[in-house]
């Protein structure tokens, strides 16, 4: 059988995915196992503790992994507002995605986005530096966006979920083929690449 094939290196992208977490939150959970169901699926996946050389400044890193990406998947949590490394990524996604054809996909993991943009309006006053104030208005526009949120549904489920709408937004579906088509794996092959 046949195994999907990343689309990002014949496209001129280094990534399919850029994933966007709160890593206290998240980041030996839920984003390890996305990430893991990610790259299973022939999703090819920037995580920042695993694409970030030490010694780099991480805001250009961050920058230029967003850039170097097809879409962005953005993985609000409870605490995701409190980081100013975080607002700062959702601002530098969703200016990127208004200038290409980058894609975002928001999901809601034990949080409401009418939660998120409550929390953009109050860091709106508290945040004085120009720059802070784009943050806001970015959170607002990304929580309002047709996202993933978890319901009552096991975490597995909404992974493969997620991975299911990643494969389509970016069509790396690959075709699969029956066990008794003799010859055919070579073509398959080629299809697929």
């Known amino acids: ?26 980041r030996k959970s839920f984003t390890d196992h996305l990430y893991k169901a990610l ?9 920042d503790d695993d694409e970030i050389p030490r010694g780099e400044n991480i805001n250009s890193e961050l920058k230029r992994a967003i850039k170097q990406s097809r879409m962005s998947i953005i993985i609000f949590s409870k605490d995701y507002t409190s980081s100013s490394a975080c607002l700062y990524e959702v601002d530098t996604i969703l200016e990127h995605s208004k200038h290409s054809k980058h894609g975002i996909l928001p999901v809601f993991y034990h949080v ?5 943009k409550q929390q953009a309006r109050d860091l709106a006053p508290v945040h004085t530096k120009e720059y802070q104030k784009g943050w806001s208005s970015a959170l607002e526009e990304v929580a309002s966006m047709a996202g993933m949120p978890l319901k009552e549904q096991y975490e597995s489920d909404f992974i493969n979920q997620i991975v299911e709408v990643i494969e389509s937004k970016l069509s790396l579906k690959a075709l699969t083929m029956g066990r ?14």
Do not use: C, W
């Open 112 to 116: 409401e986005p009418a939660e998120l």
């Open 180 to 193: 008794h088509l003799i010859g055919m794996d070579s073509r398959v092959e080629g299809i697929n690449q």
């Open 39 to 47: 790259k299973q699926a022939g999703v090819e996946t920037f995580r």
């Open 1 to 26: 059988m046949a195994t999907p094939k990343s689309h990002s290196s014949n496209s001129g992208y280094t990534y399919d995915v850029f994933l966007s977490f709160r890593g206290i939150d998240t």
